[in-house]
């Protein structure tokens, strides 16, 4: 017998160890902190315009408003489900011809089961689109590139990261006939599946525009009139187009409503590039006018997506801002390490909450001489 029990308690033990595999602290309270806010909101989104203030209005909203997220008739089974729970609850009793049945002993596991059944077809729905966008995420890493460049006499360092299981920032390095490179970043509106389309749109006219004219406002300007056709009015996109002549090191550029890249020459000064203008995508046209920068031996040109400087710790309510991007890059060191720096300051920034928006990363470094 004191064996059987035995055997009992390292099957609880075990099957606890694995249900509980990965939970932390730190991520229940983020469930009530930020997961529920964040979902109450999404579900008021189109319901709660006309609230009342008050508790009761504000779980009338909430019930209305996920209710009408179910079909019809998982609509009705919730609503039962919720009504069966809730008398079991108050233990209420009820007279039949037969005799006092009580209705906890019937009603509440029946409402409970309701409100599993929903749930679990809900789950299910779930777990198909989960599928599908993991079949996109991988489709979407297939679009980036996966190591660094072979750009004569230049190292790169990179990295991607999106808020959901695909995203809609964007870089590439595409090699030209005449042996130049186009280097590009961009960030499309939105999150999720809208951005990740869009981002897939100004990838296929970027390559099409570099077949034909490779200049950068050129290039910027394709993407502008394809994105206009398909992208509707809130889809736009934020692009720096640079184009990279490796032996002289000479890079012509524009940027279209993207952090304005950063360069930190050999002497450790630090250089913004770019101008101000329009996003691609929007009814009016974009002004961009092409500029041009040199690239010496030892020089760093950094780019990066909005996602990161503009990422807010939940906790304190800061950003992690643009300037600890401008230290890191001060300090200097290989395209690695740079980046390596940033990614690990951004990381403790966050102090394991997940990201908010995607953000993008690259390092590009002209070797030293020698």
């Keep these: 017998m004191a064996g059987r029990f035995a055997q009992l308690y390292r099957d609880a033990d075990r099957f606890l160890q694995e249900y509980t595999e990965g939970l932390r602290a730190q991520d229940l309270g983020r469930v009530f902190r930020r997961e529920a806010p964040d979902a109450y909101r999404a579900l008021i989104r189109d319901h709660g315009r006309d609230e009342e203030p008050g508790l009761w209005p504000r779980i009338r909203v909430a019930f209305l408003a996920l209710s009408y ?17 809730l008398v079991g609850l108050l233990e209420l009793d009820i007279r039949l011809g037969f005799g006092l049945i009580d209705l906890w002993e019937l009603v509440a ?5 309701l409100l599993v059944l929903v749930l679990t077809l809900e789950l299910a729905d779930r777990i198909r689109v989960r599928d599908e966008l993991e079949v996109a995420r991988k489709q979407q890493r297939d679009l980036l590139p996966e190591d660094s460049p072979p750009i004569p ?5 990179h990295s991607y990261r999106t808020a959901n299981t695909v995203g809609g920032d964007y870089y590439d390095f595409l090699p030209l006939e005449d042996g130049r490179w186009l280097l590009v970043a961009g960030d499309a509106s939105g999150h999720g599946m809208s951005a990740a389309l869009l981002m897939v749109i100004a990838k296929t006219a970027l390559e099409i525009g570099a077949d034909r004219n490779s200049s950068p406002d050129s290039v910027a300007g394709v993407v502008h009139r394809a994105l206009q056709g398909t992208g509707g009015r809130r889809g736009f996109l934020t692009l720096f187009c640079g ?21 930190r020459r050999v002497g450790g000064e630090i250089e913004e590039l770019g101008e101000g203008s329009l996003p691609l995508g929007l009814p009016r046209e ?34 992690f801002g643009y300037e600890r991007i401008r230290r890191a890059l001060a300090r200097g060191g290989s395209p690695a390490k740079v980046h390596d720096q940033i990614l690990s300051e951004y990381t403790s920034f ?3 909450e997940a990201p908010t928006d995607d953000q993008s990363l690259v390092v590009l470094g002209r070797n030293p001489e020698g």
Excluded: M, W
Aim: aromatic residues 4%; charged residues 15%.
């Design 243 to 263: 184009r990279l002549t490796p032996e002289t090191g000479t890079l012509e550029h524009v940027c279209a409503a993207h952090p304005f890249p950063l360069v």
């Design 153 to 157: 006499g230049f190292t790169v360092s």
């Design 109 to 113: 596991p029946l409402g409970i089961g």
């Design 69 to 85: 997220q179910l079909t019809p008739a998982r609509r009705a089974l919730f609503a039962l489900g919720l009504v069966l729970g």
């Design 286 to 319: 974009p002004r961009l006018s092409t500029r041009t920068t040199d690239l010496g031996p030892g020089d760093l040109l950094l780019l990066y997506s909005d996602g990161l400087p503009e990422t807010v710790n939940p906790r304190t309510k800061e950003t």
């Design 350 to 352: 966050l102090g394991g």
